[in-house]
């Protein structure tokens, strides 16, 4: 019954995830967070493809609409392949924008409807790095469900060539952790927004928190989506890692640390908070 199964394949496509998240949870300050809501936000976050999955039915394909350009390949004895590819522009476009926003947009509605099934309605219930560390678990629970989806899709030959026990193992190490620092990128800045009881600084703070996560995913998703070559890349175990991408990653980490580190020394003290 079970000699033919991927129960371990999703076990790794949801596990380091949620490995990291209550490694978090161990180092965030006693009593700041909570872990009922930790998980709450977890599976609000799996489930906030289906917002994603919306946004894309209003908006498909926005980078069709930028124009391609036509590649020649000389396959050898007088024969020629004519294939439309699109520029770095559109790559640009679709990286920023279709993938990058529009995954961060779903984030942000899932976070809320996150508050609203809390039934939070008293003003600064949670704290600054709460409010940070609940953002990340959406994107926990996003991450989760996005490595199912390529695995599934690996397993059913959509992604010939591709073998899904090393794709997760990068996955984990990258695109998971890329998820996570975007998700911590918003829930900065929408925690800073919430010292503010003018409307305009809260969702001004809301703005930045998405556009600056969006920003940082794009960039990450830009640099895996435009032509490169095996320079580009870095092999250890014989597993390519993007270099460029790599350092990224690192030095997001450290600018975490700094913004979990900032949150984690400050609290609300004035009443009447927008939520």
Request: a positive charge.
């Amino acid at each position: 019954m079970f000699q033919d199964n991927n129960l371990l394949l999703l076990m790794f496509a949801i596990l380091p995830a949620v490995f990291y998240s209550l490694i978090i949870h161990h180092k965030a300050p006693d009593g700041i967070v909570k872990r009922k809501p930790m998980w709450s936000y977890i599976i609000i976050g799996f489930l906030s493809i289906q917002i994603l999955t919306i946004i894309h039915m209003l908006f498909p394909h926005i980078q069709s609409h930028i124009e391609y350009q036509t590649i020649i390949y000389d396959l050898g004895n007088g024969i020629t392949k004519l294939v439309e590819e699109p520029t770095v522009y559109a790559i640009f476009i679709f990286a920023f924008f279709q993938v990058a926003f529009f995954e961060e947009l779903s984030k942000w509605f899932a976070f809320r409807v996150g508050k609203a099934a809390r039934g939070d309605t008293r003003d600064g219930k949670d704290s600054p790095f709460a409010v940070m560390f609940y953002s990340i678990m959406i994107a926990v629970g996003f991450a989760a469900f996005e490595n199912v989806h390529y695995v599934g899709r690996a397993l059913w030959g959509d992604l010939k060539g591709v073998d899904p026990h090393q794709m997760l193992l990068i996955r984990s190490l990258n695109s998971v952790v890329v998820h996570m620092i975007s998700g911590l990128f918003m829930g900065y800045f929408i925690a800073l927004g919430r010292r503010f009881k003018n409307i305009f600084k809260h969702a001004g703070y809301t703005i930045l928190g998405l556009l600056t996560a969006s920003a940082f995913h794009g960039l990450y998703d830009f640099n895996l989506m435009k032509p490169g070559t095996m320079d580009d890349y870095t092999t250890i175990l014989g597993i390519h890692f993007h270099t460029t991408n790599n350092l990224l990653i690192i030095f997001a980490l450290f600018v975490s640390y700094l913004m979990a580190n900032h949150l984690s020394k400050i609290s609300y003290n004035n009443n009447g908070l927008l939520r």
